[in-house]
């Protein structure tokens, strides 16, 4: 249990690191075509795709990323002055209740969408694009299960706290 | 009525403290399958698909990722203490040099939390140090913090604009004038102050030659002021896009910090990382704000609002005074990012058949926004002061002091509200 937890965390924190140097490549992108094309009045549609090609892979697995580091905004008037049982409960059934059904729900109507694509062979409209749509495409399958994943992690760390926490206070009551 | 009931709902479960993203779709998926079947979903996919191809939203990790490199540098700092030396030796120096840096950290970082939390830690204890009045130092940190609500390329404006559907560049020239004025209000009110109520912001002893003063100031303000009206020259001019010059100024606080010799390639990791999270969480209350908009307007509940409201007497003012007491108050509890994604779309079909000027009426939405930010006993603003405050400084010393800058808050709110064509570039 403990060992898979380990090699969970490893994976989501690799993601990470992924999804930032991802951050880095689309600026440099986006700063690429603007020169490119005020002094050399040379643009390439496909590097101008490439650019939101990034920006959603940096964003759609970022949000798991984020989602393990308990990054996304909560309102913490009451959660703040939570025990640290309270907030594992919360977390447990806020993961397993809200953030779960609409993850499996995108991964599902997801496999679908990017399979129409590889399918139908869909390249960009565009003259000049990217080929092979349905690699975009992918990215929303490929992000929601690692995003399931993430859950998996967050929850199984909430049921130690939890644990922990009856453990402690058992020793308490000795 | 389902998309009401799904509002009120998911509004009770925020305040069990679930991040707000998924509160929003997991109540949304839960209503949805109850009422309308699993099959609405079935078109998630193709909306995120478009966010995704979404570039005008592109601007915002970039911004994001320039404001973190100019924080990391400690730009603020040296800002800070600069200008406070420059300025601290008349009455109400101090304030107003906190004024001015905090407008510039808002024209270059756009997010709140962190001017208010940088000058917090420097600037009040030097204010306090001095015999500063305790509400006025307060309130000066809380007020100029948010301007970053308000002052281009603020965040808030980019995603304002992609909602109602018009040009971010726009928005942020319509921004310039009221910004501008709200400084000003500031500015002046402590002018006022150390006339009348002199021992309220006493100024400071400064024993260094003032040419070395002004030589350092001058060395820490004008390259990042460069930056900033590089990005907002090149948005304004129609050189380039918001998307565009943002990547120009990520690239610039780059350079700024080679030039600080602050730059290292596992500090730009950092702040990359930094930036992915900050970026997902936005997306993710995106995401979780289509889930819930997919069931409120398949429901039909966006007739019902808009029926309501262009029911209401009083032409488009009812209207835009209910709007503004609804955001003024959602503004207390929940961030800029989820009004601005769950109640804002509501809102724009019902202003566009009222013939609102949608401009004009994001400009009213972010500074009462930033207005709500401020106002005790939720606003954003104050928390984060009261974390980096000395521990014995009062909430309420905090509370007394703001309640000036809401007043020109207002004011200028009003002034906006009243002339909308003198007061908004085009």
């Known amino acids: 249990m403990q060992f ?41 549609i496909g590097m101008q795709e490439l650019e939101w090609h990034l920006f959603a892979a940096m964003f759609m697995f970022g949000i798991g990323y984020t989602f393990k580091e308990d990054g996304h905004v909560r309102v913490d008037i009451f959660y703040d002055n939570m025990s640290e049982k309270n907030q594992a409960i919360i977390n447990i059934i806020g993961g397993l209740f809200f953030a779960l059904p609409i993850t499996i729900i995108i991964l599902y109507y997801g496999v679908d969408f990017s399979h129409e694509a590889y399918s139908m062979n869909e390249d960009s409209p565009d003259p000049g694009g990217l080929p092979y749509r349905w690699i975009v495409r992918a990215i929303i399958p490929f992000s929601s299960f690692f995003l399931i994943l993430c859950i998996v992690y967050v929850t199984l760390n909430n049921f130690n706290i939890l644990k922990n926490s009856f453990k402690n206070h058992q020793g308490l009551l000795k | 009525m389902i998309g009401l009931i799904l509002f009120g709902i998911a509004l009770l479960f925020l305040f069990m403290g679930y991040s707000v993203a998924y509160t929003f779709a997991g109540v ?137 559907g018009v040009p971010v560049g726009d928005l942020f020239k319509a921004a310039v004038i009221p910004g501008f004025l709200l400084i000003l209000g500031y500015v002046i009110y402590i002018l006022l102050l150390g006339k009348f109520k002199p021992e309220f912001c006493p100024p400071m002893e400064v024993n260094e030659n003032k040419r070395e003063l002004l030589l350092q100031a001058l060395k820490d303000i004008v390259p990042p002021l460069i930056l900033i009206f590089s990005v907002l020259g090149s948005i304004f001019s129609g050189i380039a896009t918001p998307t565009e010059s943002a990547s120009i100024g990520a690239v610039g606080a780059i350079v700024l910090s080679m030039f600080y010799g602050s730059f290292s390639l596992k500090g730009i990791n950092e702040i990359s990382l930094e930036t992915v999270k900050v970026t997902s969480m936005i997306f993710a209350v995106l995401i979780g704000a289509t889930a819930f908009s997919m069931v409120f307007s398949y429901s ?32 207390f509890f929940i961030d800029f990012i989820e009004i601005a994604f769950l109640v804002v779309p509501i809102l724009t079909p019902v202003a566009m058949a009222l013939d609102i000027d949608l401009i004009w009426f994001a400009i009213l939405i972010s500074m009462n926004l930033q207005t709500s930010f401020l106002t005790p006993p939720f606003g954003f603003s104050l928390f984060y002061l009261k974390g980096v405050a000395p521990k014995n400084l009062k909430t309420t010393t905090i509370y007394k002091g703001v309640i000036p800058f809401i007043l020109i808050q207002v004011a200028v709110l009003t002034l906006v509200l009243l002339f909308p064509k003198q007061l908004i570039l085009f």
């Open chain 2, 300 to 331: 039909g509940s966006e007739y019902l609002i808009e029926e309501f409201f262009l029911g209401l007497p009083g032409d488009k003012w009812a209207f835009i005074l209910i709007a503004m007491a609804a955001i003024l108050i959602l503004g």
């Open chain 1, 4 to 44: 898979m937890l380990i090699s969970l965390k490893k994976v989501i924190d690799s993601v990470g690191s992924i999804c930032s140097l991802i951050m880095i490549l689309m600026v440099i992108n986006v700063f690429y075509n603007v020169i490119a094309r005020y002094f050399f009045n040379d643009v390439s």
């Open chain 2, 28 to 164: 949304s998926v839960i209503v949805g399958i109850a009422f309308l079947g699993l099959d609405l979903f079935a078109f998630m996919p193709y909306r995120i698909m478009s966010i995704m191809e979404n570039t005008i939203l592109m601007a915002i990790p970039m911004f994001v990722f320039m404001g973190i490199v100019l924080q990391k540098t400690g730009l603020a700092e040296r800002l800070l203490e600069s200008s406070a030396k420059l300025f601290g030796s008349v009455s109400g120096g101090l304030a107003i040099s906190t004024i001015l840096v905090g407008s510039l950290l808002a024209a270059s970082t756009g997010v709140v939390g962190a001017s208010v939390v940088a000058m917090g830690v420097i600037s009040l204890p030097v204010m306090l140090k001095n015999n500063y009045h305790q509400p006025t130092a307060t309130g000066v940190i809380c007020a100029s913090g948010t301007l970053g609500q308000i002052i281009p390329p603020s965040i808030i404006l980019i995603i304002l604009g992609d909602v109602m």
